[in-house]
Structures are given as structure tokens and as C-alpha cells.
């Protein structure tokens, strides 16, 4: 396991680096090439990842709870069961992402594209999804409960991001009566 904990790394070429295991919280990546790199199970609490290409990047399960991830490009990402709450995702590119079983809970992700992403049982409770694309994302039991910016149906019991497709539609997460 490698320990960079607080590491300075701004702008460092690390693609395709094997980081599995890294304990990289609090390390600032600010615009660091993570291009292709194994992050399988990292620790990055709380690093700064701001402006970071993270394209094709395996971070599955990864922990990323309070990481700045603003404008950081993950587009193909597998972000499978990564933990994301409360990070920073604002104008992040997540095009085509796999996101399946993560927890988003509280992110910003203002102005976050996640057209044709995998958001299948992700949970989005109290995530801030203003101006997010969503194009074509497959939110298939998707919990948005709570989430910030988006419609609620009938009851207040369902609800759905926006905008919206038809298969969209289909998949909206139900929340609890309050």
C-alpha cells in the first residue's frame, strides 16, 4: 500500500499508474494526468483533484468523501461503489461514466455533465444536480431523494432530474412520504 498522504502532486503525469490501495487523502492532484490509472480501493479523502484527467480511470471503491473533483475530466470512469459524499463535482466531465452503486449524497454537481452515464442504484440524496447534463444517463434505481434541483411528481413522491428522456422517466427513484 502506498502512503502519499498529503502529497504534492499538482500537474504530475501519473497515467496508467497502478495505485491501488494508495492512501492519497488530502493530496493535492490539481491537474494531474490520472489518465487510465488504477485506483481501485484509494484512499483520496478530502484530496484536491481539481482540473484532473481521470479519463478511463478504475476508481472502484474508492473512498473520495470531500474531494474537489471540480472540472476534473472522469469521462469513461469506472466510479462502481466509490464513495463520493460531499465532493466537490461542479463542471465535471462524467460522460459516459460508470457510477453504479455509488454514493453521491450531498455532492455539488453544478453544471456536472453525466450524459450517458451509469447511475444504476446510485445514491443521489441531497446532491446538488443544477445545470447537470443527464442526457441519456440510466438512473435505474437511482435513490434521489432530497436531491437539490429537481422535479417532483404527484404526492412529492417521486422524483427525477432534469432533463428528462423517456427512459429517464422510467427510472425515477421513489422517496418516503415526509
Not at 139 to 167: D, H, R, T, W
Request: proline share 2%; aromatic share 2%; charged share 15%.
Amino acid at each position: 500500500m502506498t502512503n502519499m498522504t498529503m502529497a504534492k502532486l499538482g500537474r504530475a503525469n501519473l497515467s496508467r499508474a497502478d495505485l491501488k490501495l494508495a492512501k492519497l487523502d488530502r493530496a493535492d492532484l490539481t491537474k494531474a494526468n490520472l489518465s487510465g490509472a488504477k485506483l481501485n480501493q484509494a484512499n483520496l479523502t478530502k484530496a484536491n483533484l481539481s482540473g484532473a484527467k481521470l479519463n478511463q480511470a478504475d476508481l472502484t471503491k474508492a473512498d473520495l468523501s470531500e474531494a474537489n473533483l471540480s472540472e476534473a475530466s472522469l469521462s469513461g470512469a469506472n466510479l462502481s461503489e466509490a464513495n463520493l459524499h460531499e465532493a466537490n463535482l461542479s463542471g465535471a466531465n462524467l460522460t459516459g461514466a460508470i457510477l453504479r452503486g455509488a454514493s453521491l449524497s450531498g455532492a455539488n454537481m453544478t453544471n456536472a455533465s453525466i450524459a450517458h452515464g451509469q447511475l444504476i442504484d446510485t445514491i443521489l440524496t441531497a446532491a446538488n444536480l443544477s445545470d447537470a447534463d443527464l442526457t441519456d444517463a440510466n438512473l435505474s434505481g437511482a435513490n434521489l431523494c432530497g436531491a437539490k434541483n429537481v422535479i417532483y411528481f404527484e404526492f412529492g413522491l417521486q422524483s427525477v432530474p432534469v432533463p428528462l428522456s423517456e427512459q429517464q422517466k422510467k427510472a425515477i427513484a421513489t422517496c418516503p412520504v415526509q
